[in-house]
């Protein structure tokens, strides 16, 4: 064997120390995250800050129990090491324990010491005197006990759960203790993954649609920049950048992103009237059918005839997507056939009426479709055999301004909307006529913001939009279900919006669209305790670095017999030597005279031009117009053109009548 390594050994001496794969030094989850975590304070139900803003950098931000026993565990250990320094500041031992030293002059009224290891006999006795004593001996047997400093900090016995909060943090304070542990255990109960956020850029403006597939791998993000723009977390490394960029319909902004159920394809609704399908790659598949906008009943057009509003896809049918449309109604196509649709959906109207339909969603198990029409009302329609467009749940007046969102729970009990009017209404299904609850103060300004569930659906949520006056940014605002009150908001961004938002179930991670008219972005919360893949996996992943052979060489075409357009151009150095040659094209030119003239040269002080110093110089040029009165200088020649006519009054002499003027009137004058 050792023969084998001194052979390893020797050939490995003939090659170079870069050869062969190289040690990389990782940089630590603990700094990895430390880098996203989130800054600032949260704001509570009650709009105070919570503990996180205190004045020290070193305290943990508002973050469920378990999140803060890890980052705790990462800056102080849970127990404390017995051969660490004592209180007086004594340097901490680094390495195995030591055993302790035994005072040989020590008597054992003095208490006994910590031993490390099997027991050992006092000295002096003999080989059978090993015998069990009191607890006040000298001589253990068994595993040791814990050190002293254990025993003052744990009175009570052994610590179970998370461990206490360090000494030197607010977190230690009386006053404070008791509304920290009432917060700990409300944002424990319902564990939001916020302590840790990264931000896919890319985007220009405001990002007006959000879709994750149901893996929770590939994200997609439309804006109001036209485009559309996928991210894979497995591919993606700590830059965040997309591996694909889409531009669907030119110049029309893009309203609304929808995953297949099999995630194989997604829907791409755009301000136009026609919508798109894409492979999961990002290949155009097709797009709809466009109707006769000069058909007035939408009922026999093959198509919507205006800009779509929203669009989804089925949640059990792969075949099955639901469009709406400014022109007021809602399609139901089959991505089969391209040329027409399957159904077409008429909203009731209080008066006859064009008017847009906003917004449009499926229930979980796709038998049920509502619609949030122009005018504030909330329509229902439940697919059953002979259905048509008469709506089986009618709410007139569901909000006072156009619906931007609705959301079904799964149970299909409870109808969220959300609306321009800054209001987000609780609706139970079996009783429509009043609302359960309405949350105001929620400006929303973006005719996408949405509503989202967590994955247990116990809480429900939303994002706001930036107003003028308001020194708030975008937040994100989450709802206990059950008690019908307002748990937390979540500051996104201090300048921008919140449009759409999404809870992932299986990743356990919150997505936030936010942006403005010049930058967008897709915000992802995430706790690395809590949280799985997804943001995980991209962050802690470094981007590749550039190689020495990460070199391309640009070739040289050369491709004498081309066109002259793409021929090259050839050398002029043999032409440009003869031109130099030659005295008259090598001449230099003269510089201008910058004085009066001499040796046959003008100079400039008398004019520029040779013409204008001899008309000056002889006199035909007078400047004298300056000084005329316009009038008097036409009229001067009134005379001489009447007597002597030259152009045209000889060719009209002889037919023109005589001009016969109007009187005046004295009397008329007088007046």
């Given at each position: 064997?050792?023969?084998?390594?001194?052979?390893?050994?020797?050939?490995?001496?003939?090659?170079?120390?870069?050869?062969g794969?190289q040690?990389?030094?990782?940089?630590?989850?603990?700094?990895?995250?430390?880098a996203?975590?989130?800054?600032?304070?949260?704001?509570?139900?009650n709009?105070?800050?919570?503990?996180?803003?205190?004045?020290?950098?070193?305290?943990?931000?508002?973050?469920?129990?378990?999140?803060?026993?890890?980052?705790?565990?990462?800056?102080?250990?849970?127990?404390?090491?017995?051969?660490?320094?004592?209180?007086?500041?004594?340097?901490?031992?680094?390495g195995?324990p030591?055993?302790?030293?035994?005072?040989l002059?020590?008597?054992?009224?003095?208490?006994?010491?910590?031993?490390?290891?099997?027991?050992?006999?006092?000295?002096?006795s003999?080989?059978?005197?090993?015998?069990?004593?009191?607890?006040?001996?000298?001589?253990?047997?068994?595993?040791?006990?814990?050190?002293?400093?254990?025993?003052?900090?744990?009175e009570?016995g052994?610590?179970?759960?998370?461990?206490?909060?360090?000494?030197?943090?607010?977190l230690?304070?009386?006053?404070?203790?008791?509304d920290?542990?009432?917060?700990?255990?409300?944002?424990?109960?319902?564990?939001?993954?916020?302590?840790?956020?990264?931000?896919?850029?890319?985007?220009?403006?405001?990002?007006?649609a959000?879709?994750?597939?149901?893996?929770?791998?590939?994200?997609l993000?439309?804006?109001?920049?036209?485009?559309?723009?996928?991210?894979?977390?497995?591919?993606?490394?700590?830059?965040?950048?997309?591996?694909?960029?889409?531009?669907?319909?030119?110049?029309?902004?893009?309203?609304?992103?929808?995953?297949?159920?099999t995630?194989?394809?997604?829907?791409?609704?755009?301000?136009?009237?026609?919508?798109?399908?894409?492979?999961?790659?990002?290949?155009?598949?097709?797009?709809?059918?466009?109707?006769?906008?000069?058909?007035?009943?939408?009922k026999?057009?093959?198509g919507?005839?205006?800009?779509?509003t929203?669009?989804?896809?089925h949640?059990?049918?792969?075949?099955?997507?639901?469009?709406?449309?400014?022109?007021?109604?809602?399609r139901?196509?089959?991505?089969?056939?391209?040329?027409?649709?399957?159904?077409?959906?008429?909203?009731?109207?209080?008066?006859?009426?064009?008017?847009?339909?906003?917004?449009?969603?499926?229930?979980?198990?796709g038998?049920?479709?509502?619609?949030?029409?122009?005018?504030?009302?909330?329509q229902i329609?439940?697919?059953?055999?002979?259905?048509?467009s008469?709506?089986?749940?009618?709410?007139?007046?569901?909000?006072?301004?156009?619906?931007?969102?609705l959301?079904?729970?799964?149970?299909?009990?409870?109808?969220?909307?959300?609306?321009?009017?800054?209001?987000?209404?609780?609706?139970?299904?079996?009783?429509m006529?009043?609302?359960?609850?309405m949350?105001?103060?929620?400006?929303?300004?973006?005719?996408?913001?949405?509503?989202?569930?967590?994955?247990?659906?116990?809480?429900?949520?939303?994002?706001?939009?930036?107003?003028?006056?308001?020194?708030?940014?975008?937040?994100?605002?989450?709802?206990?279900?059950?008690?019908l009150?307002?748990?937390?908001?979540?500051?996104?961004?201090?300048?921008?919006s919140?449009?759409?938002?999404?809870?992932?179930?299986k990743?356990?991670q919150?997505?936030?669209?936010?942006?403005?008219?010049?930058?967008?972005?897709?915000?992802?919360?995430?706790?690395?305790?809590?949280?799985?893949?997804?943001?995980?996996?991209?962050?802690?992943?470094?981007?590749?670095?550039?190689?020495?052979?990460?070199?391309?060489?640009?070739p040289?075409?050369?491709?004498?017999?081309?066109?002259?357009?793409?021929?090259?151009?050839p050398?002029r150095?043999?032409q440009?030597?003869?031109?130099?040659?030659?005295?008259?094209?090598?001449?230099?030119?003269?510089?201008?005279?910058?004085?009066?003239?001499?040796?046959?040269?003008?100079?400039?002080?008398?004019?520029?031009?040779?013409?204008?110093?001899?008309?000056?110089?002889?006199?035909?040029i007078k400047?004298?117009?300056?000084?005329?009165d316009?009038?008097?200088?036409?009229?001067?020649?009134?005379?001489?053109a009447?007597?002597?006519?030259?152009?045209?009054?000889?060719?009209?002499?002889?037919?023109?009548?005589?001009?016969?003027?109007?009187?005046?009137?004295?009397?008329?004058?007088?007046?």
């Amino acid at each position: 064997m050792e023969d084998e390594v001194e052979i390893c050994d020797g050939i490995r001496a003939q090659f170079p120390l870069t050869f062969g794969k190289q040690s990389k030094s990782q940089t630590p989850l603990e700094l990895i995250h430390n880098a996203t975590r989130r800054g600032g304070a949260n704001t509570t139900s009650n709009g105070k800050p919570s503990s996180s803003s205190s004045t020290k950098t070193t305290d943990l931000p508002s973050i469920s129990s378990s999140s803060k026993s890890w980052l705790d565990s990462l800056r102080n250990p849970k127990t404390r090491n017995p051969n660490s320094g004592d209180e007086d500041g004594e340097r901490p031992m680094v390495g195995p324990p030591r055993p302790a030293q035994v005072d040989l002059n020590a008597d054992e009224d003095e208490g006994g010491y910590a031993m490390f290891g099997p027991p050992r006999l006092p000295p002096g006795s003999g080989e059978g005197e090993g015998d069990v004593e009191d607890g006040d001996g000298d001589v253990m047997v068994g595993p040791p006990p814990p050190p002293p400093g254990s025993a003052e900090s744990d009175e009570d016995g052994e610590m179970i759960g998370p461990p206490k909060p360090p000494p030197g943090s607010n977190l230690s304070d009386s006053d404070e203790g008791e509304d920290d542990e009432e917060q700990e255990e409300e944002e424990n109960r319902y564990r939001i993954p916020m302590s840790n956020e990264i931000v896919l850029k890319g985007h220009t403006k405001v990002v007006s649609a959000f879709a994750i597939d149901h893996s929770g791998s590939r994200v997609l993000s439309g804006s109001y920049d036209y485009s559309v723009r996928m991210y894979d977390f497995q591919g993606m490394n700590s830059r965040l950048q997309s591996f694909r960029q889409l531009e669907p319909f030119e110049g029309h902004q893009v309203r609304n992103l929808s995953w297949s159920p099999t995630a194989d394809r997604f829907l791409c609704v755009t301000g136009s009237a026609q919508a798109k399908i894409y492979d999961r790659d990002g290949l155009n598949l097709g797009e709809f059918v466009k109707g006769d906008m000069y058909i007035r009943d939408l009922k026999n057009t093959k198509g919507h005839i205006s800009g779509l509003t929203w669009g989804e896809w089925h949640p059990k049918t792969k075949e099955t997507i639901l469009t709406s449309s400014e022109d007021g109604s809602l399609r139901i196509w089959d991505v089969n056939d391209f040329k027409s649709q399957k159904q077409v959906i008429k909203p009731k109207l209080a008066r006859p009426a064009r008017v847009p339909v906003i917004t449009c969603t499926w229930d979980r198990e796709g038998k049920c479709i509502a619609g949030g029409i122009g005018d504030g009302s909330i329509q229902i329609w439940n697919l059953k055999p002979g259905w048509g467009s008469r709506p089986d749940i009618y709410v007139e007046k569901g909000h006072s301004d156009d619906i931007t969102a609705l959301k079904f729970s799964s149970d299909g009990r409870i109808l969220l909307s959300r609306s321009f009017d800054g209001s987000l209404k609780v609706w139970d299904l079996r009783q429509m006529k009043s609302t359960l609850k309405m949350f105001e103060d929620l400006p929303n300004h973006y005719a996408q913001t949405n509503i989202a569930f967590s994955p247990d659906e116990q809480l429900f949520l939303t994002g706001t939009s930036i107003e003028r006056e308001s020194t708030t940014g975008g937040l994100l605002c989450f709802f206990d279900r059950a008690k019908l009150e307002l748990v937390s908001k979540v500051g996104i961004s201090p300048t921008c919006s919140v449009v759409q938002c999404a809870w992932h179930p299986k990743l356990n991670q919150i997505f936030a669209t936010s942006g403005d008219k010049s930058q967008g972005g897709t915000h992802i919360l995430y706790d690395p305790t809590l949280s799985e893949r997804g943001a995980l996996v991209c962050v802690a992943r470094a981007p590749r670095k550039k190689s020495v052979d990460d070199f391309e060489a640009k070739p040289v075409i050369h491709n004498p017999h081309a066109l002259p357009l793409f021929r090259d151009q050839p050398s002029r150095k043999r032409q440009r030597e003869k031109i130099l040659k030659d005295p008259m094209k090598s001449h230099k030119p003269e510089l201008p005279m910058t004085g009066p003239g001499f040796g046959g040269r003008i100079g400039t002080s008398q004019g520029s031009l040779l013409t204008q110093y001899l008309l000056k110089q002889g006199g035909m040029i007078k400047e004298t117009w300056m000084d005329e009165d316009p009038r008097e200088a036409i009229l001067k020649y009134a005379d001489v053109a009447a007597k002597d006519p030259k152009f045209i009054a000889p060719a009209y002499a002889s037919t023109q009548p005589e001009p016969v003027f109007a009187k005046s009137d004295s009397e008329d004058e007088e007046k």
